[in-house]
């Protein structure tokens, strides 16, 4: 099987079985879910979204998040993984939207990135999220899933993975390959004890070759 082949094995499966996928972040509008996003680095989403209530009452927008004090909002996220880093990185966030974009938040990743607490995996999920841009994040579970099925090759950084996935997939899927991939890591291509048993694309995953002997 090509190379160009198994993408299309894996994007007619995915059609198939989760033409819907999207976040599982809970969001209204971009400014929630770009506080979701920076929140829910290295934590799970299901913890995120037990939070994100809260701090929305008490801060219901840009402004009122960038006059936040330190102590307010580190009370209502010290459930979170890093609260610390992420309190100093959401209020000068707000703060830096509020002065330098006019309380907007842009929708490029160039932009973006500038922010405090965003990096490119953040980047692009906002612009894939919010305005469909054609941009992959690639956290752990996109790195992982997209090497076991052999997707790509010798990738040994998310930009890498990145630039191999977007190579084949096309465009107009792109953001939305992005939550295929996620959501197969999450439920199905675990780390550990992968559910190969359960996964309708074993007949050409490379790791279940390699480990189904």
């Not at 830096?96 to 973006?112: C, D, Q, Y």
């Not at 675990?190 to 048993?197: D, S």
Request: hydrophobic fraction near 40%; glycine fraction near 4%; charged fraction near 20%.
């Amino acid at each position: 099987m090509t190379k160009k082949e198994l993408y299309q094995f894996v994007i007619d499966y995915f059609l198939l079985h989760a033409p819907s996928a999207e976040t599982e972040l809970e969001y209204k509008d971009p400014y929630q879910l770009l506080v979701a996003v920076i929140l829910s680095a290295q934590c799970t989403d299901k913890r995120v979204n037990k939070t994100t209530p809260t701090i929305f009452a008490r801060f219901p927008d840009l402004s009122s998040l960038s006059r936040a004090t330190p102590e307010e909002l580190f009370a209502l996220i010290k459930s979170i993984s890093y609260p610390n880093n992420k309190t100093k990185h959401l209020i000068a966030m707000a703060k830096m939207v509020m002065e330098n974009f006019g309380g907007k938040i842009p929708m490029t990743v160039e932009e973006l990135i500038k922010l405090p607490g965003v990096g490119r995996k953040t980047a692009n999920v906002i612009t894939s999220v919010i305005d469909q841009q054609p941009n992959m994040a690639v956290d752990t579970h996109v790195f992982r899933v997209a090497a076991r099925l052999g997707l790509t090759s010798n990738a040994t950084t998310p930009l890498a993975t990145e630039k191999q996935l977007i190579k084949y997939i096309p465009v107009y899927l792109i953001h939305k390959a992005h939550h295929w991939l996620i959501l197969h890591g999450r439920y199905v291509c675990v780390a550990r004890n992968p559910r190969c048993n359960i996964c309708g694309l074993k007949t050409v995953c490379k790791y279940y070759k390699n480990h189904s002997k």
